[in-house]
């Protein structure tokens, strides 16, 4: 897809999950996440912190967390979730068309850091939401690459994580199944409710 698809693609999604958060009852912005430790409010000031935060910020916060970016986005996450939630949410709209690509991911990059953070709070809440299959097809193809494996540490070996709901496989072993958006999570390194996936290296 062209980088101008992309763009199309990420607008649409976070327009998505704005509509999604805005019709939240006030109790679900302090449930649990796939994300340890952290709240809806956390997986929301996280997701919009690119679109808060100018550069010279982002550096101070960075040097301020000893160039630790995980140490810095967890500390500014719980920060920011003080941050009202009709503000976060409006964060979010308003900014969908914002050009924001994490560093060496490209728009790519920032269409699977939206889709799988929004997961990250509809999964846990039982909203049920599809994430549209054009938008899963690019996350897909962009977090088998080894960088993104690596970073989040998801222990595959063994294993081929197989859809049930599209012609999608990755890896090698014991098959595992389950429908795409699951699959995606399971190379983030989410642990999934239970009975989402199926097959011997489930539980795994």
């Not at 969908?96 to 850091?113: N, Q, V």
């Not at 496989?169 to 795409?180: Q, R």
Request: glycine share 10%.
């Amino acid at each position: 897809m062209t980088e101008a698809e992309i763009s199309e693609a990420i607008a649409a999604e976070r327009w998505d999950l704005a509509d999604v958060l805005g019709g939240l009852p006030a109790p679900s912005w302090d449930a649990p996440t796939l994300c340890a430790r952290w709240r809806v409010r956390e997986v929301v000031a996280h997701v919009t912190m690119p679109f808060r935060y100018s550069t010279p910020r982002f550096v101070a916060e960075l040097i301020k967390s000893g160039g630790k970016f995980d140490r810095m986005a967890d500390r500014c996450a719980r920060q920011d979730a003080q941050v009202d939630t009709d503000k976060l949410v409006s964060a979010l709209r308003d900014n969908a068309t914002y050009p924001w690509k994490p560093p060496g991911g490209g728009f790519e990059g920032a269409l699977i850091h939206d889709v799988i953070h929004g997961l990250d709070f509809t999964v846990p809440l039982g909203i049920g939401r599809l994430v549209p299959e054009q938008r899963l097809r690019i996350v897909l193809e962009g977090i088998t690459k080894t960088k993104p494996l690596k970073f989040f540490g998801a222990d595959l070996r063994g294993i081929e994580l197989r859809a049930d709901d599209i012609d999608w496989s990755f890896g090698s072993g014991t098959p595992g199944f389950g429908a795409e958006q699951d699959l995606a999570m399971v190379v983030f390194g989410r642990t999934l409710p239970p009975g989402r996936l199926r097959g011997a290296t489930a539980t795994r």
